[in-house]
């Protein structure tokens, strides 16, 4: 499951650093940029349930040791840790698309940093490691 916590990283990070190397300073609908921002920023609300549900998974999961029941809660954990993830990603996703409007490197960056951030909310505790 580590390993596919840093696969998600790389999944939410790199489209905002390529779409940003690639377009450079061509800005064409340049209007749009502050409102991708703002959308992704509010993006970031979207993952509150997805990490409500991830976290009665990550509980069950811990009662669930040693139980005939282990299994069942690591394939749920897995699931809703795969759910939220990708709902983490929104905001880099989001800023990814914002680069082509010609959003601000510095916007592009807090967005990339907001997805890091949710994304370090889904690690798998050392308690049940």
């Known amino acids: 499951m580590a390993a596919n916590w840093w696969l998600h990283v790389l999944l939410a990070i790199v489209p905002v650093l390529a779409v940003a190397l690639l377009v450079g300073d ?15 920023l509010l ?3 979207l993952t509150l349930s997805l ?3 991830y976290r009665r ?4 999961t811990q009662q669930a ?15 809703a840790r795969r759910s939220g993830a990708l709902g983490a990603s929104l905001p880099a996703w989001i800023a990814a ?9 510095v916007a592009l960056i807090l967005l990339g940093l907001t997805s890091l951030v949710i994304l370090i909310l889904y690690r798998i505790p050392r308690q049940l490691r």
């Open 97 to 105: 698309v914002a680069a082509l409007f010609g959003l601000n490197g």
């Open 51 to 53: 990490f409500r549900d």
């Open 26 to 40: 061509n800005t064409w609908l340049a209007e749009l940029a502050t409102p991708a921002f703002v959308i992704g």
């Open 65 to 79: 040791l040693d139980t005939p029941d282990e299994n069942s809660a690591w394939l749920r954990l897995a699931q």
């Open 43 to 45: 993006s970031m609300f």
């Open 57 to 60: 998974a990550l509980v069950a």
